[in-house]
């Protein structure tokens, strides 16, 4: 008997007989003598469907009046699931998230959870009522409805969770946990059982699509037990059996001794590499350049400053790979002339491919196991950063597969721990 | 300078080429200085769709989950149509039915609006905005979510008008105004430019289609000065015609001095007529036959009892025609053997016509014109049924439009009074 938070996604919400699905596998843990919570996303397509209307009538959509839109796919799938479950016999009921309510900032379509008031849901709950609330949403001080951002309904979950001091939050999708690397490039992937939030907060960050990286975030400071598990099982499968399945975010260091060095690589080919060279070698040179691109609402990665002798120095960052000609041309209109910068160029096809592991921390040669690696299948490194818990490399994105491949070989991932 | 609320139906906000016209015919009046609410539907067919899919899940859908998901299609809407107005210049915010907030009592799917608080509305007025509120919705005590039932936009609409004090609430329609009766069955059929509450609360109870008749008995307890136009000239038209165009509904009945006696014929297919016959005629037996027939929740309309001679009469009624079988049934079941009632029967394939006007108050002769006129034409009348301003019969349903185009000519409705 606990208190449990289920989170599923537009993909599990997708068709009458989906969340027909879904209601099965609440009720089978409600049984079992668990307090539920459920938050559901919109069905899948529905908020893409109201954001291209709402485009089609305004070409930049008033934000206030976005989320009053995008909010009423959850709405809809909420009082469906709390029906579906209401006609398999379980007490349920749905909030919006402005009835909890789930109170956020003022920042519409990005709105971050502030506070969440728990007094009605727990009298739900004691009642013996299946609670479902709205993911991707909640409402401000004024009373207007915020959204929380693509993704945004992770987010929900976890903080639903952190607010009821939930026993464990298990975030149903498409894929049946967190592994090593993806499957698709690397068949001998494996799933990991545990993952630390660390690990977790890097491989999100690092475009690993498991998980929002804000519930990530959420889920670390609110120490919040987080599963990722399928979604795809039927939902009368052995409980036990479903409680123990996907991957779980852990909280505790010692629970993952007997852990690999390295959980997992990540990757991603969504970024462009841009160097100006010869520049000036002196303070206030990296705001010179990155100041402008900022103030053109430009998000820059990856940031590496190499000096030379000759006291000019190459300065390199990434940038998103669709921002890549405005960045470029910021730099021509106000930059270049202003530093004096011998040349500016760039490159699109990159890709950044990382290893992470909380291991690291503790272990020397993960780099020089990672370089030679990559050496040996002659792929050359354009840009390198590290940080505590991750290393991660630039290099040409036709090598990407090939590098992902190299480096979860090297490092043993397709072996269990 | 004045406050004005337009009501637009589902057709009006159908696609977002028409939502664009709303907003320009909006800011229209806008830009004529009025300070402008705005109450719009939902997109025609959404409602239907979400509730099909709520009775995909649940047969007989929860209500308080029916209207959760319900109220989303008119919280599009109003996103839509603020978005609209900003596009075009025109300052605007919209608001669901508890953002106002819209209160309600508890009546989940059929709820009464009880108070509309203005303090929020009124600022944004005051700052010059146009305000969008959805129709059709509120919120309980209990912050539950509220609809109002079918045509529920037309009585938020004239209530906010109320709350409001507004000085005139415009609905605009796919027709372009009050008819004598409809132009589909007598094309000589004329618009009325005015038409008293009464009159129009009697044309809305018989069935025509113009307004929903909650909306009526709304304006006409907060004498709130309504008028039904079309939605289909051009947007920009000018705004003095439009103002004047339609019919409005009036209070006062001195206006009426020049009218004609009879405003409209009135009429529906949707009844059925059922008869006990030959029952005692004893106090009491009204409530024995139609007792168990309202606890199986069936609407009774016309009710004719006509004592014979020997102690015995006939009984008739009428219900609507999809409980046509259910109430027979109930009768068989539970009455005919507790009454000894002689035979119980009844007709499906009736139709109810009725003359409808202020002006038979003070005239004699007008039930004896309709009579006339029917026996002329050799319809034969099953029922009849009076009130002060207006005169039932139930005749075969094959007569209808005969009858119909009968009585406009025999009234002189196609000559403007």
């Known amino acids: 008997m606990a208190l449990i938070v289920h989170k599923y996604g537009g993909t599990s919400m997708g068709s009458v007989e ?49 989320d009053m839109i995008a909010s009423t796919g959850e709405q809809v799938s909420v009082g469906l699931l709390a029906m579906a479950l209401q006609a398999i016999g379980v007490p349920a009921v749905s909030y919006a998230g402005w009835q909890v309510p789930v109170r956020t900032d003022e920042a519409y379509t990005k709105a971050r959870i502030e506070s969440i008031d728990d007094t009605r849901v727990r009298a739900d709950l004691a009642a013996g009522k299946v609670v479902v609330i709205t993911g991707f949403q909640g409402v401000d001080g004024h009373g207007n409805i915020t959204t929380l951002g693509r993704g945004g309904s992770d987010t929900s979950a976890v903080a639903v969770a952190a607010a009821l001091k939930a026993a464990e939050c298990l975030i149903y999708t498409d894929v049946d946990g967190v592994y090593t690397t993806d499957p698709r490039i690397v068949p001998e992937a494996r799933r990991l059982e545990r993952v630390t939030f660390e690990e977790m907060l890097e491989m999100a960050s690092l475009g690993s699509k498991v998980l929002q990286i804000r519930s990530v975030e959420f889920a670390g400071k609110y120490r919040v037990k987080t599963r990722v598990l399928s979604s795809l099982t039927p939902p009368d499968i052995d409980l036990a059996t479903e409680a123990e399945s996907g991957t779980l975010i852990t909280f505790e ?31 206030g040179i990296a705001y010179s350049i990155l100041g402008p691109v900022a103030e053109a609402n ?66 020397v040669g993960i780099a020089s196991l990672m370089f030679r690696t990559l050496s040996e299948e002659g792929i050359n490194i354009q840009m390198i950063s590290t940080s505590e818990i991750k290393i991660s490399v630039v290099i040409e994105d036709k090598y990407m597969e090939l590098a992902v491949r190299a480096l979860h070989k ?8």
Request: hydrophobic letters at 40%.
């Open 18 to 66: 989906r969340i027909k699905n879904v209601a099965r596998r609440v009720a089978k843990w409600h049984a079992a003598g668990h307090q539920m919570v459920v938050v559901p996303s919109a069905m899948s397509g529905e908020t893409n469907r109201l954001i291209a209307l709402a485009k089609d009538i305004q070409e930049q959509p008033d934000p206030r009046e976005l």
């Open 253 to 283: 260091e010692d629970e993952q001794m007997e852990k690999a060095v390295i959980s997992g690589i990540a990757f991603n080919r969504d970024e462009a590499k841009i160097t100006v060279s010869n520049v000036p070698d002196r303070p």
């Open 298 to 363: 430009i998000d820059v990665d990856m940031i590496i400053q190499n000096a030379g002798v000759g006291g000019n120095t190459d300065f390199s960052f990434t940038v998103h790979r669709n921002e890549y000609q405005k960045a470029l041309s910021v730099l021509e209109s106000q930059v270049r002339d202003s530093i004096k910068a011998g040349s500016i160029g760039g490159d699109p096809k990159i890709a950044k491919v990382s290893v992470v592991g909380i291991g690291m921390r503790s272990h």
């Open 410 to 417: 090297a490092f043993g991932l397709e072996q269990a721990a």
